[in-house]
């Protein structure tokens, strides 16, 4: 069985997917942004944008059922590399002792204020 989630709290996603996707054990949260309270792009303090970003997907994740402590995989996009020091202090700080496995690659974003970018895979079951 196969369910789609959209987090009541967050607007209608401006390109065609799903929030979070449950699939048996697993819930795959797709790409989350920085955003502010209404919606928009966050732009300010890198460390704040990732923490924006984390809040995003742990919004996604409760919506689908999970929590935090059940993602297995992390898929970060980072638009410089100069980025990778500030985010893994923020991931750090969130993730703890025991992070779970990770890809940060350097990527270049279609909207030119996004400078990360997170999915996850929780695993439920």
């Given at each position: 069985?196969?369910e789609r989630f959209?987090?009541e709290?967050?607007?209608?996603?401006?390109?065609?997917?799903?929030?979070a996707t449950?699939?048996g054990d697993?819930?795959?949260?797709?790409?989350?942004?920085?955003?502010?309270?209404d919606?928009n792009?966050?732009?300010?303090?890198f460390?704040?944008e990732?923490?924006?970003?984390?809040?995003?997907?742990e919004?996604?994740?409760?919506?689908a059922g999970?929590?935090?402590?059940?993602?297995v995989?992390?898929?970060?996009?980072?638009?410089?590399?100069?980025?990778?020091?500030?985010f893994?202090?923020v991931?750090?700080r969130r993730f703890?002792?025991a992070p779970?496995?990770?890809?940060t690659?350097?990527?270049?974003?279609g909207?030119?204020d996004v400078?990360?970018?997170?999915e996850v895979?929780?695993y439920?079951?």
């Amino acid at each position: 069985m196969v369910e789609r989630f959209h987090p009541e709290s967050f607007p209608a996603p401006a390109v065609p997917l799903s929030h979070a996707t449950r699939a048996g054990d697993f819930v795959f949260v797709s790409g989350q942004v920085a955003t502010d309270e209404d919606g928009n792009i966050f732009v300010g303090d890198f460390a704040r944008e990732v923490e924006s970003v984390l809040d995003n997907v742990e919004t996604v994740l409760a919506a689908a059922g999970a929590r935090p402590d059940q993602i297995v995989k992390v898929g970060a996009f980072l638009s410089n590399a100069t980025l990778f020091a500030p985010f893994n202090e923020v991931y750090r700080r969130r993730f703890g002792a025991a992070p779970p496995a990770r890809t940060t690659v350097v990527v270049s974003f279609g909207h030119p204020d996004v400078r990360v970018e997170i999915e996850v895979i929780a695993y439920v079951g």
